[in-house]
């Protein structure tokens, strides 16, 4: 008898069970810094990856005490856009009938890359018995290698055909927009 209520007891867990973790979160809620208006249009954007082989070497001692080479897979994109509102005052002619309309387009801009989080880490990492024991210390820095994958990913979009794709689509776009208003368009590059 005594048996059975303790097995009742245990099945219901009123303490939860032995090792069993809890995460209670008491973040503050986001508070919103400022709002600004914007006029760029996000004509294309590239998703991009890479991988760095990032090593760092100590002069005069082997690499088996001090050292450490770390291979780092980065994920991201990059958008390109044309900020209509730099159009200058001759950027939009219409003709004296009303008929036409001639734009010239601003150049096409890089973002900044957006490093995505859920899709980069370290993939692998080989270092020094003194690395080592610098590491059992606290938690290694990645932050220089999100700061490498960043620059890397700003040159691969910038030798990526994405600049001309976003003005191709920024001209589609205005085209469309403007002829279906009634326009004859031209649309040319600044």
Not at 25 to 42: G, I, T
Not at 56 to 81: C, I, M, Q
């Amino acid at each position: 008898m005594l048996g059975a209520a303790v097995f009742a007891f245990g099945q219901l867990k009123p303490f939860g069970s032995a090792g069993e973790e809890e995460t209670i979160d008491r973040s503050q809620p986001a508070v919103l810094k400022s709002v600004r208006d914007l006029s760029q249009f996000h004509a294309a954007a590239g998703e991009f990856q890479v991988v760095l082989d990032i090593e760092n070497d100590v002069k005069w001692v082997p690499a088996a005490l001090a050292g450490e080479r770390t291979l780092f897979v980065a994920a991201g994109s990059v958008n390109a856009y044309v900020d209509l509102g730099s159009l200058q005052d001759d950027g939009l002619i219409v003709s004296p009938d009303g008929k036409s309309v001639e734009i010239r387009l601003p150049q096409p801009r890089l973002d900044r890359p957006n490093l995505h989080h859920d899709r980069s880490y370290v993939f692998s990492q080989e270092r020094g018995l003194i690395n080592d024991l610098q590491a059992l210390g606290g938690a290694p820095d990645q932050q220089r290698f999100y700061v490498a994958a960043e620059a890397k990913l700003a040159e691969a979009a910038k030798s990526s055909e994405l600049l001309e794709r976003a003005e191709d689509n920024t001209r589609v776009m205005l085209t469309g927009m403007l002829q279906s208003l009634g326009f004859q368009v031209k649309v040319t590059g600044d």
